[in-house]
């Protein structure tokens, strides 16, 4: 999803670039907080761990195969700040040492791949983790479910950028990249679970050692980063979501067929319900985003509960100490 | 006043389990000692409290003291000056992009700057053998290569006393004979934990044996490594050098 | 050393590599921005950026083979977003003028990183007051890409033995199992890195 050079016009570009640091500064703030000097070289190993791991294949197809993105994985692993800057620095080396990403779409790429990915992706996790508690199933129904949120989220905030650049069109640039990162996601989903399961078995302290530390200013935290990604969301994609320029339905209705539904982008089951100020295009991308979102939380489940060992689906995590201590 | 002092040192790793129990030797200024023991003897973790990196939570009264001074707070930086801690993964501890930059991290912490600075690093890179290496990437180094700029990055900050931990391992027989060499020309305290048997014979006089966290044996090595049944009691073996010498 | 492919500069004793890193750094950000400003019909322009472009190149001394391969490794992610602005109004000419514009942009950074070390190129980003720990980390990520995808090589390997199951399962296992042992003796690297860093004074 690394947006080159050339893609976006300078005012997206700026604007992007303006969200970028305003989102790496809260992370910066609340990693530079007293016994932090311990999180550099881990944010730093962990940007070359995200790197590397990007490498690994997960064949799907023919001679395809599915990368790891990394956004959520570090995200449940170190927190939303530490996965902020691991993310920043993993983009900052692509661009300028490997030309993967433009230098002008470097604030867009940040926003999107740091800071929309970890953000959203770790407001998921917790979210879903206090609604189901505290066992490893549950930690782990989470992860899936936050890694294809956030790659969806991500792939939706580009997409805007793209549109508001006059790039790609929105009505082409949304489902495209939704749709894909929809099955990306998915990936990303699997391959993310299957490696929080790895480090489970392993090391589940380092499960624990990134859960709830810092409750109220963790929350603090998220609050900033959810208003940030609001904000972004409503600068990219806000002007397409409503007054929707589809076409055919402004042909439809000079042509008088007004009366009889429009070619939907997915037909909806609900062809004469119209939500007020929104097409019936929206009304059908709407459904399709949900109907997508509830069959990813399945087979999030269904995951989880395929990787939890039966006798562990149930048991709260031991907390760190010596038996009795 | 001895270089180090370390009297009844205990340490219990976090899970209550026992690391090291009532340890006490000194090392007088100038000496080589060594610190031999099996695996698992505690001759790291032992290291690791002479800069004062463990324990986690400072005792009460510091077992440790260095050139006079307790290792603890508040004298922390002073200690991690002057006790150069060689670490046992080269990779861990050349953590800048450059060797240039890594042997200047220390000095630069001290607060030295431009000519002063460069003159340490020159000099140090110099004392090791690594003139011209400056620029080069940690990662291009041959293992023995970066062990040598580990220990011109200690030498930079002046170290009166340098901890080696297993200074030869993993290293190729000319890798390990242009340490061996180095080391035994350096004019600065030496307490070097190895497996290297041949290594302590060559160039420490004195030797400490650990094992399970206490000490078994000390005093001059040939006596020490020679009796062999406490060497084999003790997961360690005489050494082929001894063996082999005559006996006068 | 098989890490070429990870480290793009190519060391050579020319004009452009003498240059100071800030210099070179703002000359292609200059690049950069001129190329993304032009508006889509001027071929002019374009066609001058792209004679700059070619002339730093030569008085670099890197050979052009070199500079083109990269250039063509990373082209593809690009053409495949602009292909789908051809489906608008006025689509095909949104699509040359995309094309266009992030080859020459692609090729200043290229030439950038090509010339230009990562350690002076980031001595270059802190003076233009980027955050000293957003410095630390990608000179830390610089260093330990290397020995961490080593280490990815040797785990591979090491997994790929013992795979007797055929099969993408297998091969999702394997490859979750790996980054997670790499995951882990990372996490403990950092601890050991940090340890090494206190250990010699830092933070200041």
């Known amino acids: ?325 | 006043m001895n270089a180090l002092e370390v009297r009844h040192l205990g340490y219990r790793y976090p899970d209550r389990s026992e690391a090291l129990r009532d340890v006490s030797f000194a090392v007088a200024e100038g000496e080589r000692v060594g610190l031999i023991g099996p695996n698992g003897a505690g001759k790291s973790t032992l290291l690791l409290h002479l800069n004062g990196l463990l324990p986690e939570t400072p005792a009460a009264e510091p077992a440790v003291s260095v050139l006079g001074t307790p290792v603890a707070e508040p004298h922390l930086p002073a200690i991690r000056a002057q006790v150069g801690l060689l670490f046992q993964d080269p990779d861990d501890q050349l953590f800048c992009p450059t060797v240039w930059e890594d042997v200047a991290f220390g000095p630069q912490q001290l607060g030295l700057r431009g000519a002063e600075l460069s003159g340490r690093v020159e000099r140090a890179l110099a004392q090791v053998g690594l003139a011209g290496f400056e620029e080069r990437l940690p990662h291009h180094l041959s293992r023995g290569e970066k062990r040598r700029a580990c220990l011109a990055g200690l030498l930079a900050c002046e170290a009166r006393l340098l901890a080696l931990d297993e200074p030869t391992s993993d290293l190729d027989p000319r890798g390990r004979r242009e340490l061996k060499a180095l080391l035994g020309t350096l004019p600065v305290t030496q307490v070097i934990a190895t497996h290297d048997l041949e290594l302590v014979v060559e160039i420490c006089p004195r030797v400490i044996v650990l094992d399970r966290g206490a000490v078994v044996a000390q005093g001059r090595t040939v006596e020490v490594l020679n009796d062999e049944p406490l060497m084999l009691a003790h997961g360690l073996e005489r050494p082929h050098v001894l063996r082999h010498r005559h006996p006068h | 050393m098989h890490d070429g492919w990870l480290n793009p500069y190519r060391h050579r004793a020319s004009l452009i590599h003498r240059l100071p890193a800030a210099v070179k750094l703002v000359a292609a950000a200059a690049g950069v921005l001129a190329a993304v400003l032009l508006p889509p019909g001027a071929w002019g322009a374009c066609a001058g950026l792209a004679g700059g472009l070619l002339v730093a190149a030569l008085l670099s001394a890197v050979p052009l083979r070199d500079l083109g391969r990269r250039l063509l490794l990373v082209e593809p992610f690009a053409i495949g977003v602009a292909l789908l602005a051809l489906f608008q109004p006025d689509g095909l000419r949104i699509f040359l003028a995309l094309l266009a514009k992030s080859t020459l942009c692609l090729g200043c950074v290229i030439l950038l990183n090509a010339t230009t070390r990562l350690t002076d190129l980031l001595l270059a980003l802190r003076r233009l007051r980027l955050p000293a720990l957003l410095v630390t980390t990608v000179g830390l990520m610089h260093r330990y890409l290397f020995v961490l995808t080593a280490e990815l090589v040797r785990l591979r390997r090491a997994r790929r033995s013992r795979t007797l199951a055929r099969g993408r399962r297998a091969a999702w296992r394997g490859a979750a199992t790996v980054a997670a042992q790499l995951f882990i003796r990372s996490s403990e690297r950092a601890e050991r890195v940090y340890a090494a860093m206190c250990a010699r004074g830092w933070p200041p």
């Open chain 1, 1 to 325: 999803m690394h947006i080159p050079d050339g893609f976006l016009d300078a005012k997206t570009a700026a604007l992007g670039a303006g969200l970028a640091v305003v989102g790496v500064g809260i992370a910066l703030r609340s990693v530079r907080r007293a016994g932090s000097a311990r999180r550099v070289p881990l944010i730093g190993l962990a940007a070359a761990f995200v790197f590397a791991a990007q490498m690994l294949n997960f064949p799907v197809a023919g001679g395809t195969s599915g990368h790891l993105i990394g956004a959520v994985l570090v995200a449940v692993l170190l927190g939303p700040s530490a996965a902020v800057l691991t993310l920043t620095t993993v983009l900052i080396v692509q661009c300028f040492m490997f030309a993967d990403g433009g230098l002008t779409a470097l604030g867009a790429n940040i926003f999107n791949m740091a800071i929309v990915a970890s953000g959203v992706g770790y407001a998921t996790y917790a979210l879903v983790r206090r609604a189901a508690g505290p066992s490893l199933r549950a930690r782990l129904l989470a992860t899936a479910f936050a890694a294809w949120v956030s790659t969806v989220v991500a792939a939706v905030a580009c997409a805007g950028e793209l549109a508001l650049a006059g790039t790609v069109a929105w009505r082409i640039a949304l489902p495209a990249m939704a749709g894909v990162h929809m099955l990306i996601g998915a990936g990303e989903a699997v391959i993310t679970t299957l490696v929080v399961a790895g480090i489970a078995r392993v090391r589940p302290e380092l499960l624990e050692a990134a859960a709830d530390a810092g409750g109220p200013l963790r929350a603090r935290e998220a609050a900033a980063y959810g208003l940030l990604v609001a904000v972004g969301l409503v600068c990219f994609v806000a002007p397409f979501a409503s007054g929707w320029p589809d076409g055919l339905e402004r042909v439809a209705a000079s042509l008088g067929f007004a009366h009889r539904t429009a070619a939907p982008v997915v037909s909806a089951p609900l062809p004469d319900y119209a939500l007020p100020g929104l097409g019936r295009a929206a009304v059908s991308t709407i459904v399709a985003g949900t109907v997508g979102t509830l069959l990813a939380f399945g087979l999030a489940y269904v995951l989880a509960r395929a990787l939890t060992p039966a006798r562990a689906a149930g048991r709260h995590p031991n907390p760190g100490g010596a038996p009795g201590a």
